[in-house]
């Protein structure tokens, strides 16, 4: 199957406004968190979990890997925990850091597993490190990228830790609504004969991305110190 580059780069590209847009600390819902109770911080979980392109293509990659759906429940499992260790620990204890090199290396996941998809560490005649604990590890990366979205917030010291685990909670929640057409599509689309090249045009894109994403945010980086 033949790939258009010059295409899927200028897609890429026509994206990446949305994607910050889509992906960053809005107004909105900030007044959203001002005006409502608990209630308002799982809302605002579950929004950025759903509108999170980068985590939700990093677990799109993980499932394509898996075999079975107890598989996939453990694998989800693993990397929820893992990021709601980073999620509310980090937010709890106000440890923060350059949201532009935390998504630099969110986005590295997206590409890290497109290319395990494809066999990279294979070609390259090397042993591919052990899946679950590459989830686990990727999993604490993004539950402080979240974290650094959380911190963004004015959200104030009145039932702090309350506040932490709702937009957790909501995050999980978007992660589970996100999660269900992925795996619907991926698994219906296991059985069907184009399935290989569906693999493979979706990994290969992965890669694309997940470079693309890193040079984003580390624009982003070197312009914000500027």
């Known amino acids: ?119 990279g560490f294979e070609k390259l005649k090397v042993k591919a490190p052990n899946l679950l604990l590459m989830v686990f590890l990727f999993g604490l990366i993004h539950g402080f990228g979240l974290s650094t979205r959380l911190q963004s917030f004015e959200i104030g010291s009145d039932y702090f830790l309350m506040k932490i685990l709702s937009f957790n909670l909501g995050v999980e929640i978007g992660q589970i609504l996100a999660l269900i057409p992925i795996v619907f599509l991926i698994t219906k689309w296991q059985k069907k004969e184009s399935y290989p090249a569906f693999y493979k045009a979706t990994n290969t894109y992965l890669i694309i991305i997940g470079i693309a994403l890193f040079v984003y945010q580390l624009y982003g980086y070197f312009n914000s110190h500027h």
């Open 1 to 119: 199957m033949k790939f258009n580059l010059k295409r899927i780069v200028s897609i890429v590209i026509l994206f990446m406004p949305f994607f910050a847009f889509a992906h960053g600390v809005s107004s909105s819902d900030q007044a959203i968190l001002n005006n409502g109770g608990l209630w308002s911080y799982i809302y605002v979980g579950a929004k950025h979990m759903l509108t999170g392109y980068d985590h939700l293509l990093f677990l799109a990659g993980v499932v394509f890997f898996l075999k079975g759906f107890k598989d996939i429940i453990k694998f989800i499992t693993v990397f929820t925990i893992a990021h709601c260790i980073t999620l509310t620990g980090a937010t709890y204890l106000a440890i923060n850091a350059n949201e532009h090199l935390v998504d630099a290396i969110i986005a590295l996941s997206v590409f890290y597993k497109g290319f395990e998809n494809l066999g």
